[in-house]
Nanobody, 124 residues
Framework: QVRVVESGGGLVRPGDSLRLSCTAS????????MGWFRQAPGKEREFVAADTGSGRATLYGDSVKGRFTISRNKAKTTVYLQMDSLRPEDTAVYYCARRRFVGTASEEKDYDYWGQGTQVTVSS
């Protein structure tokens, strides 16, 4: 079994920054690709960012490109989502998930284990 846990959400003002963290434990390794999705109230889940095995490459959703950065720690055991220039429309529950080795980074169906989510609220 694999457990995915994300943290770091909170209330920030427009233009501020926030960094989310995620770890996957259990039957998993740092070689698995990881990704971030978000879901705002009344909206569908949206792809935010993803990396490849051990964070060798990255991909971003159009709405966050240039503002968010996905990265990992040196041991590749923790994945981060650095969020800069936050906007009210970034308000959502952010989910971290593990992706299968064969799959598309932006497709929800290609992720097999998900965290419970962490709330990010951007408001003045």
């Amino acid at each position: 079994q694999v457990r995915v846990v994300e943290s770091g959400g909170g209330l920030v003002r427009p233009g501020d920054s926030l960094r989310l963290s995620c770890t996957a434990s259990g039957r998993t390794t740092a070689a698995y690709p990881m990704g971030w999705f978000r879901q705002a109230p009344g909206k569908e889940r949206e792809f935010v960012a993803a990396d490849t095995g051990s964070g060798r490459a990255t991909l971003y959703g159009d709405s966050v490109k240039g503002r968010f950065t996905i990265s990992r720690n040196k041991a590749k055991t923790t994945v981060y989502l650095q969020m800069d220039s936050l906007r009210p429309e970034d308000t959502a529950v952010y989910y971290c998930a593990r992706r299968r080795f064969v799959g598309t980074a932006s497709e929800e169906k290609d992720y097999d284990y998900w965290g419970q989510g962490t709330q990010v609220t951007v408001s003045s």
